[in-house]
């Protein structure tokens, strides 16, 4: 029921719904009059679903989400999933969710023109997500159907089975849109806080099935993540500045690509030490 403008506050205290929380399409802000999703300032506002089938879903346009933890999804269910636009994510936690913290990704079924473009979220925190196969939940991800102008800015991941970021693309589904991450963590990715399971483990991976998309990564600090710190996956496109990536169990940097394509790499004023392997950038 809330209108353009209007802020749904969450009180302090945990939630547990017996359902997915979904936010669907044409309820929306306007770019004047977000909607608001906060919780109330000074206090601690959880949504915990570890009795529901599903997680948060924000299908809407201009809506701005603040100040919340979400955790504990089931098997296989994300903690929040951003399918519309125009959104913004600001200081929001995901933790202990049974996929990915915090995806954007909208559905396959869909023509690209309607895949979620120009989100940002900025200044959250995502860790310890597992799923029940150990390869799949990363902390943050934008891949396999997201459109242009998504930004990750001053966010943190650690300590998520899988990888800390992840822009995969797949050939079925094609080129995603190029996303900027800037300013970032992404630190003992590949298993969990208390140490166990040994997943895929990159801090930040950039790509997949050597589709190139001209992803930016920024200022950015990826450290003792169970791989690389900062993979290409063979998106032979991506763009690295500024980045300091060290004591990561391989390459601090792996830079390539996949079959006979041109690759287009930039990498400027990097700093990398400690690796557990060689570098890699392979023209």
Not at 212 to 220: N, P, Q
Not at 223 to 239: K, L, Q, R, V, W
Request: glycine share 16%; aromatic share 8%; with cysteine.
């Amino acid at each position: 029921f809330v209108r353009p403008g209007q802020p749904i506050l969450l009180s302090g205290g945990t939630y547990t719904p017996g359902r997915a929380v979904v936010i669907p399409r044409g309820h929306d802000g306007t770019p004047a009059a977000r909607r608001v999703l906060q919780g109330a300032p000074g206090e601690r506002a959880v949504i915990d679903f570890r009795y529901a089938p599903g997680g948060l879903q924000l299908w809407g346009d201009y809506w701005t989400i603040e100040g919340i933890e979400v955790c504990n999804t089931i098997g296989n269910v994300k903690g929040i999933q951003v399918g519309g636009s125009h959104n913004v994510l600001k200081n929001v936690s995901t933790y202990r969710c049974g996929d990915t913290g915090l995806q954007i990704s909208g559905s396959s079924t869909e023509p690209p023109e309607k895949w979620p473009r120009d989100n940002l979220v900025l200044n959250c925190l995502s860790y310890d997500n597992f799923d029940p196969a150990a390869n799949n939940a990363d902390g943050f991800a934008a891949k396999l159907t997201c459109g242009e102008g998504n930004v990750f800015r001053g966010c943190v991941a650690y300590s998520n089975i899988d990888d800390g970021w992840d822009l995969y693309s797949k050939i079925d589904t094609g080129p995603i849109g190029a996303v900027l991450i800037d300013g970032c963590l992404s630190y003992r990715n590949g298993s969990r806080a208390d140490g166990s399971g040994n997943g895929d483990g990159n801090g930040f991976k950039m790509g997949g099935d050597g589709i190139a998309v001209a992803h930016r990564i920024l200022h950015s600090v990826a450290f003792e993540n169970g791989t690389s710190g900062i993979s290409s996956n063979s998106d032979p496109a991506i763009i690295v500045e500024n980045c300091t990536a060290f004591g990561n169990r391989q390459a601090n940097f792996a830079l390539y690509g996949k079959g006979a394509g041109e690759r287009r790499f930039q990498a400027r004023n990097n700093v990398s030490l400690r690796g557990g392997s060689a570098d890699l950038y392979r023209e």
